[in-house]
Structure formats: structure tokens, C-alpha cells
């Protein structure tokens, strides 16, 4: 079946660090990759997505290419702020083709001290 | 525009004792969803809906059962709550899922603790 690995974290930056935070993916066929971003007592929101290979997904500051070599959708920052504290989750969708479920990795959890 | 509401926030609930987390959301969509988050254990999918009148169970339906009477509404029903059942649960929409490029919209969540 379809899966999705990200690191738990926390990840403990300081302000202005870069981050990177990875993600993998196994499906068949040429899924969607998405990464939501969760703030602390809010539910889950969508921060980029990409849906064919080589796309760069671009939202506030964050980047992240859909690899289809390497199965990868790694999630990057050049300058985080401490206001980009929050669960990232990395989440699959299968390729068209009747409903199939999205799956979410485990979130990775991100805090930025100033 | 409110997008997807939950209520309540926050709930302790007795063993045995049943409850129904309420969802509603106001874009029209066609696709609702109800996640369960377990913390290290990501989102796990209890129920969904591709329309009204219209459900399937998830990954993990067990102890949980749903409706959708009208397009707007999506209750989750929990009959003999249970100490495995504690957990945060989320509602999610979306327009449809036949793209698969389809973005899913969050409600901010129900925390449920059962003792």
C-alpha cells in the first residue's frame, strides 16, 4: 500500500536557520504530494502541494520539489521565523482513478527559538 | 466564510457513555472526512462521505458510526466510548477527490478524553 516516512522531531532551530525537513513516499503510479501545516490548536492547513514530477511547490517562504528518482518531497526554508513553529505533515494522494484515501505521514514538529 | 466548524472543542466522557462530535462545513464541498490524531501516529481516517446519503468506513471505523443527512453536515457518533478512544478528532472536506491534486480543508478539532 501507499506510505508516507517523515521524522518525528521536535526539530529545534534558531531564528534565521535553514530547514529542511524530509519526507519519502512509497505508491504506485504518479500520486499527488502535499505538505499541511498544523499551528498549535488550529487544525491542519494546506502549505504547498505538487502533483506531477520535477514541480516545485512554493508557499510563504517554504519550497519543496516532487522527486520522483528518489521518491522525495522534502520540505525547505530558507529563514525560518519563530512564527513558523508547528506540525508539518507530508500527505500522499494515489493517482486518479475512484476515491482513494490521502495518506499522512507522522508530522514532524518544528520549533524556532529567537 | 466559516469553512469547517467542530463542536465541541473539548470533552470528557465516562466509559460507556456515547456522544456525537458535530461537523458542518459551508463551501459547498462534496467530500467530508473524519480523522482521528494519536499523537507519533499521524492521521488515521475513521469514516468518510462522497455525498449526502452516502458513507464508507476508513482505516479505522471500529466503535464509531456517521451520517450525512444534507451536504453541509457530517456527525460522528461514538456509542460505548471507550479509553482507546481518546484522542483529538478531526473534520475535513474537500470539493471531490476524483482529482487527485484535491486540497482537503481542516476543521480546528475536537479533543476527546475518556476516563
Known amino acids: 500500500g501507499n506510505s508516507v516516512t517523515q521524522m518525528e522531531g521536535p526539530v529545534t532551530l534558531s531564528e534565521e536557520a535553514f530547514l529542511t525537513i524530509n519526507c519519502t513516499y512509497t505508491?504506485?503510479?504518479?500520486?499527488?504530494l502535499f505538505w499541511y501545516v498544523q499551528y498549535p490548536g488550529e487544525g491542519l492547513q494546506l502549505l504547498l502541494k505538487?502533483?506531477?514530477?520535477?514541480d516545485k511547490g512554493s508557499n510563504k517562504g517554504f519550497e519543496a520539489t516532487y522527486r520522483k528518482e528518489t521518491t522525495s518531497f522534502h520540505l525547505e526554508k530558507g529563514s525560518v521565523q519563530v512564527s513558523d513553529s508547528a506540525v508539518y505533515f507530508c500527505?500522499?494522494?494515489?493517482?486518479?482513478?475512484?476515491?482513494?484515501?490521502?495518506?499522512f505521514g507522522i508530522g514532524t514538529k518544528l520549533q524556532v527559538i529567537p | 466564510n466559516a469553512g469547517v466548524t467542530q463542536t465541541p472543542k473539548f470533552r470528557i466522557l465516562k466509559i460507556g457513555q456515547s456522544m456525537t462530535l458535530q461537523c458542518t462545513q459551508d463551501?459547498?464541498?462534496?467530500?467530508m472526512y473524519w480523522y482521528r490524531q494519536d499523537p507519533g501516529m499521524g492521521l488515521k481516517l475513521i469514516y468518510y462521505?462522497?455525498?449526502?446519503?452516502?458513507?464508507d468506513k476508513g482505516e479505522v471505523p471500529n466503535g464509531y458510526n456517521v451520517s450525512r443527512s444534507t451536504t453541509e453536515d457530517f456527525p460522528l457518533r461514538l456509542e460505548l466510548a471507550a479509553p482507546s478512544q481518546t484522542s483529538v478528532y478531526f473534520c475535513?472536506?474537500?470539493?471531490?477527490?476524483?482529482?487527485?491534486?484535491?486540497?482537503?480543508?481542516f476543521g480546528p478539532g475536537t479533543r476527546l478524553l475518556v476516563l
Open positions: 475535513a472536506s474537500s470539493h471531490s477527490q476524483g482529482a487527485a491534486q484535491e486540497t482537503q480543508y
Open positions: 505508491a504506485t503510479g504518479y500520486p499527488s
Open positions: 505538487a502533483t506531477k514530477a520535477d
Open positions: 500527505a500522499l494522494s494515489p493517482a486518479p482513478g475512484g476515491y482513494q484515501k490521502v495518506t
Open positions: 463551501m459547498n464541498h462534496n467530500y
Open positions: 462521505s462522497v455525498g449526502a446519503g452516502i458513507t
